[in-house]
């Protein structure tokens, strides 16, 4: 593992770029939603956004974890501080194990923040509600999942089905959703 992010190390530097990205926009997105939705149902609205920002925070510390194996890895002056190879492979796994889990905690914040933007979407006269349905779906199979990813994994058998089972609902759910906002929410808004 520490050979395989050693040689690749731009390329993972890159990849926590991209999360940090990920994270702001998480960070713009909720605040919208909140602007669409506001007048919908304001304090549902103030929830879900609450728990769409709770969920970024909490992916901002998984990132910390991505930034500690990069500097692990970037830098030689550890080396020194660690006896063995094997000391520096299990810190690293740590950390990487640590941003799994953090962030499958984060996810099912995010499925709680997808419940709630359901339900408030299906309250709606102008939002279908085949997309609010679907991301009721897609808030369900985020908590789910992530609650025996993150708090029993040795179901890991049971996550992999559920992966495979709410894989299209999430696709056509967010995406749907996030395309209807995109072309027709943007008018129902701007009228």
């Known amino acids: 593992m520490f050979n395989n992010i050693r040689s690749s190390i731009t390329l993972f530097g890159a990849g926590i770029f ?22 919908i149902n ?3 609205s103030l929830l879900g956004v609450w728990l ?7 992916l901002g510390i998984a990132i910390l974890n991505l930034v500690f194996v990069f500097l692990l890895v970037r830098s030689t002056e ?7 190879r094997g ?7 740590l950390y990487l194990e640590a941003f799994h889990f ?13 419940l709630v933007v359901s339900y408030v979407a299906f309250n709606s006269d102008d939002i279908p509600k085949d997309l609010s349905i ?32 709410f894989t299209v609902p999430m696709i056509v759910g967010e995406l749907g959703f996030g395309l209807w906002l995109l072309f027709r929410g943007r008018k129902n808004f701007i009228k």
Not at 29 to 38: G, K, P
Not at 52 to 58: G, M
Not at 78 to 84: A, G, P, R
């Open 102 to 114: 953090i962030w499958s905690i984060g996810l099912i914040i995010f499925g709680l923040h997808l």
């Open 18 to 39: 991209g999360w940090l990205i990920l994270l702001i926009c998480d960070i713009v997105v909720s605040w919208a939603l909140y602007i669409f939705l506001r007048p």
């Open 134 to 165: 679907l991301l009721f779906l897609v808030s369900v199979g985020y908590i789910i999942i992530h609650l025996f990813s993150a708090f029993i994994p040795q179901y890991d058998g049971i996550v992999k089905v559920l992966e495979i089972v």
């Open 52 to 58: 769409r920002l709770t969920y970024a925070a909490i």
């Open 87 to 93: 000391q520096i492979q299990g810190l690293l796994m």
């Open 42 to 44: 304001k304090s549902l």
């Open 78 to 84: 550890y080396f020194s501080l660690l006896n063995t």
